[in-house]
C-alpha cells in the first residue's frame, strides 16, 4: 500500500515515460517517511472507449487513483495529493499547454479490514 492506478486516454499513448512518472511519484512518496518503497505499486491503462464533453476528439484526460489505508490526516492526504498532480503537471506538460488535456488526482481509503494480502 499505496496503490496508484493511472487511466489516461489514448490520445495520450506515448507522451508521458510512465517509468519516470512514476519513480517521481515513489521519490516522492517515500520522501514522507510513511511509506516503504516495495508497498508502493503503480499501474497504467489506456482508456481506448471514452467521450469528454461533446465528444471532441483532441480532449484527453489522465486520472490518477491513490488508494491508502485509510487513518491517514487531510493535511497528509493534501501532501500526496499535491506531489503526485504535480508529478503529472511535469510528465504532461506539453499537452497541458493546448489547454485540452485534464490531469485529476483521486485519493481514496481502503480500510483495513477490507484489505488482504499475502506475501510469497
Avoid: W
Avoid at 512518496?29 to 510513511?34: A, I, K, Q, V
Avoid at 516495495?38 to 464533453?53: F, L, M, P, Q, W
Avoid at 503526485?84 to 504532461?92: G, M, P
Avoid at 499537452?95 to 484489505?115: A, F, K, M, P, T
Amino acid at each position: 500500500m499505496p496503490h496508484l492506478t493511472l487511466e489516461y486516454t489514448s490520445n495520450l499513448r506515448g507522451a508521458a515515460d510512465f517509468q519516470r512518472l512514476f519513480s517521481a511519484i515513489h521519490t516522492g512518496m517515500m520522501s514522507t517517511g510513511e511509506f516503504s518503497l516495495n508497498d508502493i505499486k503503480s499501474r497504467a491503462y489506456e482508456a481506448t472507449e471514452y467521450v469528454i464533453g461533446d465528444g471532441d476528439i483532441g480532449r484527453s484526460f489522465v486520472h490518477l487513483k491513490v488508494a491508502l489505508l485509510a487513518g491517514r490526516s487531510q493535511e497528509f492526504k493534501q501532501l500526496v495529493g499535491d506531489l503526485c498532480l504535480q508529478a503529472l503537471r511535469e510528465a504532461y506538460q506539453k499537452e497541458l499547454s493546448g489547454g485540452d488535456c485534464q490531469l485529476c488526482v483521486e485519493l481514496l481509503d481502503i480500510h483495513r479490514e477490507n484489505y488482504f494480502k499475502a506475501l510469497a
